[in-house]
């Protein structure tokens, strides 16, 4: 929910990767799978807490990932009208997602910003931020890109770490599993502010990627402890 890379590929697809920082003492999360929501078949990860979820894909031929925060971190309130990974949620299974994002209710729903992709007729990049008070949603160009939950990370981090990934780009073949590696290991060894983030109550506790590839879509999860980067 809190460091996302998307990567476009060379096979007629991409490599979303999304690593999910959260309070270590929030519930475990269940292993991605195969949901009917609306009649529409979903696979995502389960948020052990909201019965929602940070990324998933659809049968819509779409990709939903979601960071906390909007532009801007914000005040959090004591209580919001639903958990935004129910929003992920029914955004993946809108008939349009366009339309969904300008019609879906936010009323009382804690800002966040939603990293979409699709690949219908066209492969293409969305961007929607909901910040608390309007919604911004716009087309992005089909490039490799990079984005912090405004939650955890100040404009001068956010800023650190989008140059990692361009010195990462500029050394690297662009591949999922090259880019998994920079989700383990790229920073400056402060765990503080590397993208594989530790800190005192909270840190990245799963990698999930999301791979298309000649039409076919897949997603691989990796859960992690507090003392390791893998339970592979």
Known sequence: ????????????????????????QREKALAP???IED?????Y???GKGGGTWIGTSRNNRLICLL??????????????????????ELLA??????????????NIEPFTITAVTWSDEQR???????????F??????????????????????VMREDWFLDWLAENEVKPVSILEFHRNAGIGDPEVDVFMRREKVGTVSITQVLLKEMNCEMNYFPYGLDQKSEE
């Open 1 to 24: 929910m809190c460091t996302v890379t998307f990567l476009p590929l060379n096979e007629n697809g991409f490599v979303l990767t999304s690593s999910r920082d959260v309070g270590y």
């Open 33 to 35: 799978q195969s949901y």
């Open 39 to 43: 009649g529409v078949s979903l696979h």
């Open 45 to 47: 990860p389960k948020d």
């Open 68 to 89: 906390n925060g909007g532009f801007k971190n914000h005040e959090q309130q004591n209580f919001y009208a639903k958990s935004r990974g129910l929003i992920v949620k």
């Open 94 to 107: 809108s008939i349009d997602l366009e339309t969904a994002c300008h019609e879906i209710d936010l009323l």
């Open 125 to 135: 990049l969305y961007e929607f931020v909901w910040d608390g008070n309007n919604r």
């Open 137 to 158: 949603f716009k087309e992005l160009d089909w490039k490799p890109s990079i984005w912090s939950s405004s939650t955890l990370y100040t404009d001068e981090m956010k």
